[in-house]
């Protein structure tokens, strides 16, 4: 499910109601740590930047208004800004290669599908071949589920030009798939 | 046809897949094909894998909110109570 039925309700509680905060954590949160994920790639630092959006989203809750949008385009426009700010502080092509580098060790999980383990570490590792800017819309459309015209709003783009982005960067990782050796896109 | 026509129709295809709906079969190109298995096996992954990741997180950030929550209030955060020295009076002497 995209959205929850009574999220508006929930955000506005959430400020002084812990469990109204869960519920909003409980459904965000996969969808929140897979697009940091896909944007830095390393699983620790995914964690620790997941852990910041949270706490800015629990911080800034009370500026929240409905009547301007749904939430999950505020949520992710928190996620998109926290990531892009700890890509200022750093240099973002040594970010890039490192999480490449450190993708093969990322999980550590044994008790997992080794097939499910290896198409995600396969599709991870085509991920950070993508530029930063790519990446971003990639994330922002599969894990934010938004509409173009949001994405824009959030990246400063226009609603074209993520349309054509997003077409040519899922085209780019069809071919870094295909010279990965994943035949089914060869 | 150009990238910006294609553009257009994978966005709408795009759209229907993330809202749980079935792309119309007619591909006009193996590459194009491909590109909407991809973008369902992309849509399908979840990175964050094991539960135990989400619960770990879900405490650590708990905790902060409660500890801001703290700062507001003047209230001393449940992971704070244990490093207070309760019910003892300290009393600090200087030697002479």
């Known amino acids: 499910m995209t959205y929850l039925p009574n999220e508006t309700d929930l955000a506005i509680k959430a400020l002084s109601d812990s469990e109204a905060f869960v519920e909003l954590f409980d459904h965000y949160f996969p969808r929140v740590y897979n697009y940091v994920r896909c944007r830095v790639g390393k699983s620790d630092l995914a964690e620790d930047l997941t852990s910041q959006v949270f706490e800015r989203i629990f911080s800034r809750l009370d500026t929240y208004r409905p009547e301007y949008g749904l939430f999950a385009p505020w949520v992710f426009s928190i996620a998109h800004n926290t990531v892009t700010d700890y890509y200022r502080r750093k240099n973002p092509a040594v970010v890039s290669l490192a999480a490449v580098e450190d993708l093969a060790c990322a999980e550590d999980d044994i008790g997992e599908m080794v097939a499910l383990k290896e198409t995600r570490d396969i599709l991870l590792q085509a991920l950070a071949c993508l530029g930063e800017r790519d990446r971003s819309i990639v994330a922002l459309k599969f894990w934010g589920n938004l509409s173009n015209r949001r994405i824009a709003e959030i990246t400063g783009l226009s609603g074209s030009n993520v349309g054509v982005i997003l077409y040519r960067a899922m085209k780019r990782l069809r071919i870094i798939l295909s010279t990965q050796g994943v035949k089914e896109y060869e | ?96």
Do not use: H
Not at chain 2, 17 to 44: C, H, M, N, T, W
């Open chain 2, 1 to 96: 046809m150009s990238d910006q026509v294609w553009a257009e129709r994978f966005s709408k295809d795009l759209d229907n897949i993330l809202a749980g709906k079935k792309v119309d079969g007619e591909f006009p190109s193996d590459e194009y094909r491909q590109l909407i298995d991809l973008s369902i096996k992309l849509f399908k992954s979840d990175f964050s894998g094991k539960r135990g990741t989400m619960q770990k997180l879900k405490k650590r950030i708990l905790s902060r909110i409660d500890k801001q929550k703290g700062k507001n209030t003047g209230e001393i955060c449940e992971e704070d109570l244990d490093k207070v020295a309760g019910g003892f009076k300290v009393i600090i002497t200087e030697d002479k």
